[in-house]
Nanobody, 129 residues
């Protein structure tokens, strides 16, 4: 069982930065792919960023490419999402997720909710203009 806990959300002005963290308890995070998703009121949960543990590939949604960076520290069992140049439309609850999908499949399915086995409770990010 992998339990994920997100932190780092909050209120920030447009153009500002926030860094989210996702820490696991129980099993190590190092052999799971990691993903960040977000959900705004009235909208479906959408993919933001992902990290393939096998080859360290990183994937991003077009809407955040160049502004967000996913990284991980296996020694701390933690995955991060650095968010810069935040926009109003980035306002959402952000969720961390872990996937045990084999890497070959994950490379083409990292953006699908069904690829992930475990989810955190989410952390609110609010961007004000």
């Amino acid at each position: 069982q992998v339990q994920l806990v997100e932190s780092g959300g909050g209120l920030v002005q447009a153009g500002g930065s926030l860094a989210l963290s996702c820490t696991t308890s129980g099993r190590t995070f190092s052999t799971y792919h990691a993903g960040w998703f977000r959900q705004s009121p009235g909208k479906e949960r959408e993919f933001v960023a992902a990290h393939n543990w096998w080859d360290a590939s990183r994937y991003y949604a077009d809407s955040v490419k160049g502004r967000f960076t996913i990284s991980r520290d296996n020694a701390k069992n933690t995955v991060y999402l650095q968010m810069n140049s935040l926009k109003d439309e980035d306002t959402a609850v952000y969720y961390c997720a872990a996937s045990s999908t084999i890497s070959g499949v994950y490379r083409t399915n990292y953006d699908r909710l069904g690829s992930y086995d475990y989810w955190g409770q989410g952390t609110q990010v609010t961007v004000s203009s």
